[in-house]
């Protein structure tokens, strides 16, 4: 008998295909042919955490006691080690427990929120370019996408005087993310009490996705839409472990902000997971209390791949800014190059793989993303391979 060939449900055609799924069986086809690939595409860390984190996950997990299931939204202790992180990293006081959500990790909860929060034919204002998720979420909540070009000449900022007061009447949630992927843009807080100001105007909500405000160089310190005062009225943050700590396989997050919007978040999370793993959670709290200077050292690491990346990409003819925060460098190929077919030729003929601007959005046309998370040898090895293609290619 023939096994049956089902079609999924009509809403799935709103999501993309996956860029990476593709990119990964391409770069399986070049490693089977034997060709040594150098992944500057995803923003994976490559360093371990600090060593206190991983102390904490063995003990815990040692526990016979600590295997069982867990409170949905983390617990007491794990919310309150993410209200002192607040605290003492952003001056901003959080309730534990009406005003701090726990995640398992944030990707899931930023596509639901649309899914949660917004009406069909609902405007979600969405930065472009920008993390497709948001795009994807709101696509499937079946709202109407309305994208904030992030353009070069305006430092990656949106532009809110561009939009029509026609579409601030319609929007029910906005999107920011600072500092940005993919641009590694930073936003002063100047912007966060704009957007907090037309938030309170037009009664939208505005979702903050702050995953990499750990991530910062030359003295540079990423600030909270949270410390905008009345944010919690009119917004949401979410924040992660990923970056901060190295931690992106263990799926630690938090979402912080609104309690209300807190409250419709939990209602529909928890019919769909579960609470996190008592060991990860202890880990992540030695994470957010403990010391923090191992990250001042890991940061120094990726200056050093920064400023790597940065001078063999202008070596080789091409213009980018010295990102201040985040872990990518956004790079502006020359004008009429197409982003796609440049970052497939790079991979082909150099081993180098990095991501196409487009894939983020329009806007992102005409630039390639790199990503920070490989080892220093391995980025100084693949800027070689670039710099010598494109001398070739001139």
């Known amino acids: 008998m023939a096994m049956t060939e089902f079609q999924p449900a009509a809403r799935l055609a709103t999501l993309p295909a996956s860029f990476f799924y593709g990119l990964n069986q391409a770069i399986a086809r070049l490693r089977q042919a034997g060709v040594d690939v150098i992944r500057m595409d995803m923003g994976s860390p490559d360093l371990p955490p600090a060593p206190h984190i991983l ?49 398992l990790g944030s990707k899931g909860t930023v596509f639901n929120l649309p899914v949660a929060m917004v ?84 009664g939208f909500l505005l979702a903050h996705d702050a995953p990499y405000t750990e991530i910062t160089f030359d003295g540079y310190q990423a600030p909270s839409v949270m410390q905008i005062p009345g944010a919690k009225d009119v917004a949401v943050e979410f924040h992660s472990l990923s970056k901060t700590a190295n931690m992106a396989g263990w799926r630690v997050a938090v979402l912080v902000g609104n309690p209300s919007v807190l409250r419709i978040m939990q209602t529909l999370q928890s019919n769909a997971e579960g609470g996190h793993f008592l060991p990860i959670l202890a880990a992540a709290e030695a994470a957010l209390v403990g010391d923090h200077d191992w990250m001042a050292q890991r940061n120094e690491v990726y200056r050093e791949r920064r400023d790597l990346v940065v001078s063999a990409v202008r070596a080789a003819g091409l213009y980018t800014e010295t990102p201040q925060a985040a872990l990518y460098v956004w790079v502006h190929l020359p004008r009429g190059v197409d982003d796609t077919a440049y970052a497939e030729e790079l991979l082909e ?26 080892a220093t040898p391995r980025v100084r090895e693949a800027m070689a391979r670039w710099r010598d293609w494109a001398k070739r290619k001139a």
Do not use: K
Not at 72 to 100: C, H, K, M, N, Q
Not at 164 to 191: D, H, K, S
Not at 352 to 370: D, H, M, Y
């Open 119 to 202: 009406n069909p034919g609902d405007v979600v204002l969405i930065p472009d370019p920008g993390y497709n998720t948001y795009t994807a979420g709101a696509t499937f909540a079946r709202a109407e996408c309305v994208y904030m070009p992030l353009t070069h000449a305006n430092h990656f900022l949106p532009d809110f005087q561009a939009i029509p007061e026609a579409v601030w009447r319609r929007t029910r949630l906005m999107w920011l993310n600072y500092p940005n992927n993919p641009t590694g843009a930073t936003a002063p807080l100047e912007l966060f009490a704009q957007a907090v100001a037309l938030a309170r105007q037009y």
């Open 349 to 374: 003929a150099t081993g180098v793989s990095v991501t196409p601007g487009l894939i983020f959005g329009e806007a992102g046309r005409g630039f390639v993303r790199l990503s920070l998370g490989t």
């Open 55 to 103: 102390a904490r996950l063995a003990q815990v997990a040692a526990d016979p006691n600590a295997h069982g299931y867990q409170p949905f939204a983390g617990t007491p202790s794990y919310r309150a080690a993410w209200a002192e992180f607040y605290g003492r990293r952003f001056g901003v006081e959080l309730d534990p427990v009406s005003e701090i959500m726990g995640l």
